[in-house]
């Protein structure tokens, strides 16, 4: 049985954690650098003419500001981190399963390999290009225009079985004879691992390849017959 995924788990992405990372290295600078120029201004002020208590209330509450700043940013990390670290630990039990993604995959000599392609509507001819992993293209299947799956069958351009290894697909959507699209093609791959890349979660399939959580449309069991 195949399960869709694609807003399964609240995987957190990583354009927030990155930018709350800038923001904190920045104000944290700031706030090092108040403090110097704050220190400064008290020791060499002029006895004579000492600082105004209004400017100098006024620049405390700045330098508390800042550093309510930089104590909320580096909060802010740190429970973006347990979310990534939860979503991590919830992802576990996808390794062993069968994910479709759009990633290479492996031919093991014999078994198809399931490709979910998914051509532009107005395409009015649709080709599978297959490639080897040092990406030279061994094949070129024509297939209708149609998010069908396709079984791949390891077939090179002689008809010969291809060697065990992996495979990337691309589908090439023409109008008019000339290329509108060019996407990867989905396939289902085996999760090895669940592993953690800044504040993202990643799954690495059998090839190596590291697949974002986010990015997977489809979840089953391999051990289940598929329908």
């Known amino acids: 049985m195949t399960t869709e995924v694609s807003a399964a788990y609240p995987v957190a992405t990583n354009t927030t954690p990155t930018t709350a990372s800038g923001t904190g290295t920045k104000l ?17 002020q002029d006895p004579t003419e000492p600082m105004d208590n209004t400017e100098y209330a006024s620049q405390l509450a700045e330098f508390s500001m800042v550093e309510q700043q930089v104590l909320t940013n580096d909060n802010l990390g740190t429970a973006l981190g347990q979310l990534g670290l939860g979503n991590m630990a919830a992802l576990t039990g996808w390794v062993g399963m ?5 990633t290479s995959a492996t031919f093991d000599g014999t078994n198809p390999i399931n490709v979910a392609p ?16 040092a990406g030279d293209e061994i094949n070129r299947i024509t297939l209708p225009v149609s998010a069908d799956p396709y079984d791949w069958d390891g077939t090179n351009y002689a008809g010969d079985i291809a060697p065990a290894g992996a495979y990337s697909f691309v ?10 699209m060019e996407e990867q093609a989905e396939v289902y791959t085996s999760v090895r691992e669940t592993r953690m890349q800044g504040n993202d979660v990643v799954l690495i399939n059998e ?17 289940e017959t598929q329908v």
């Open 118 to 133: 998914n051509p532009a509507s107005s395409a009015d001819e649709v080709t599978l290009v297959v490639s080897n992993a």
């Open 98 to 102: 069968e994910v479709r993604a759009a």
């Open 207 to 223: 090839t190596g390849a590291a697949i974002l959580a986010t990015s997977v449309t489809a979840l089953r069991d391999p051990g």
């Open 171 to 180: 589908v090439e959507s023409k109008v008019d004879g000339e290329v509108a």
């Open 28 to 44: 944290t600078s700031d706030f090092d650098t108040f403090i110097k120029l704050l220190t400064a201004q008290a020791k060499y």
